[in-house]
């Protein structure tokens, strides 16, 4: 089993910048590419990026040149970690990682809200 655990999330003004942290333990083996998802209120989860075990990157377009997937390989853990900047309010959502296939259960997500 694979569990997540997503860290990171807070209170930014247009522009800012946050850094989400995820990390990942347990059958770690089992896990190629992991992507970070957000969930907007009433609205079903979106793929925001991934990358692959060779630490290539994609990203919707919304984001892309604003935010930045990275993951640090351990023994017994990944970490993957969001870099997100120049945020704004419609960055405003939960987010989550997860298997590039949704196909672990979730973890808590973190709150990012994009506010004056």
């Known amino acids: 089993q694979v569990e997540f655990a997503e860290s990171g999330g807070g209170l930014v003004q247009p522009g800012g910048s946050l850094r989400l942290s995820c990390l990942a333990s347990?059958?770690?083996?089992?896990?190629?590419?992991l992507s970070w998802y957000r969930q907007f209120p009433g609205k079903r989860r979106e793929a925001v990026a991934h990358?692959?075990?060779?630490?290539?990157?994609?990203?919707i377009d919304s984001v892309e040149g604003r935010f930045t997937i990275s993951r640090v390989n351990a023994k017994n853990s990944v970490t993957v970690y969001l870099q997100m900047k120049n945020l704004q309010r419609e960055d405003t959502a939960v987010y989550f990682c997860?298997?590039?296939?949704?196909?672990?259960?979730w973890g808590p997500g973190t709150q990012v809200t994009v506010a004056s």
């Open positions: 997860n298997t590039i296939l949704a196909d672990r259960p």
């Open positions: 990358i692959t075990s060779g630490n290539n990157a994609h990203y």
């Open positions: 347990g059958s770690i083996n089992t896990i190629k590419s």
